[in-house]
């Protein structure tokens, strides 16, 4: 985007002196034994306008039409056009949140320092630090000051009953393997009796439990007591 400095700004611009009547210049100037003041004395005297010409800055100095120039103590560039001067607006990159020195010497800030740690929760880590703030998470400080975080991510257990412990991320089984029958929970491994007349088992090959959580069950040939 850009904007025009309006002419009543571009008045202040190109005639730093205060502006007087005409009439009063000419009383301020020094007249001669019979009162007469020449045109030469009050072009002498008298501001160039540049208005439709030419800019100038605060410091006095002149540019020409089409002629790039960054006035006052901005860094922007702006172009001196006949309507006065059109100074670019741009749209400067975000200042990272946790930089310690910024430049400001160009249109755009930047910066030039960044803190070699990140504060999280309280406590000061060093860049590149890795730290558990629970059983399950893990966090470490990144090089742009921002923590990442991440949590374990558990194996699907060999139990339909696990447990968790205070000091593990993860839940564990601590009956080992196991399934349902029907609504009792049976070790894996090995056949189990449910009654007179049936019989199940959970799958459990090599060590590993076969993700089934209901046991395999089967009729056999009923025995009355």
Not at 2 to 16: D, K, N, S, W, Y
Not at 110 to 126: A, I, P, S
Request: proline residues 8%; glycine residues 6%; contains cysteine.
């Amino acid at each position: 985007p850009f904007c025009h400095i309006f002419e009543a700004c571009f008045v202040a611009l190109v005639t730093p002196f205060p502006l007087y009547r005409e009439q009063d210049t000419i009383n301020q100037l020094d007249e001669g034994p019979t009162g007469d003041v020449s045109l030469e004395a009050v072009d002498e005297y008298a501001y160039p306008d540049y208005r439709g010409k030419a800019c100038m800055d605060e410091n006095g100095f002149v540019f020409s039409i089409g002629e790039e120039f960054t006035p006052g103590p901005s860094a922007c560039p702006c172009l001196c056009t006949d309507e006065g001067p059109m100074c670019s607006k741009p749209e400067c990159p975000r200042v990272h949140p946790r930089c310690a020195r910024v430049d400001t010497s160009q249109c755009c800030p930047t910066c030039k320092e960044k803190k070699n740690y990140c504060e999280f929760r309280g406590r000061v880590y060093g860049t590149l630090e890795e730290f558990k703030v629970s059983s399950c998470e893990k966090c470490r400080c990144e090089p742009s000051g921002e923590v990442l975080c991440s949590v374990s991510a558990c194996p699907q257990t060999e139990c339909v009953d696990p447990e968790y412990e205070a000091d593990q991320c993860c839940p564990i089984c601590k009956t080992g393997p196991n399934c349902y029958a029907d609504t009792s929970v049976i070790p894996a491994g090995r056949e189990v009796k449910i009654d007179d007349c049936t019989i199940c088992y959970c799958t459990y090959e090599e060590g590993t439990w076969q993700i089934e959580r209901q046991a395999t069950c089967s009729k056999n040939e009923c025995q009355h007591s």
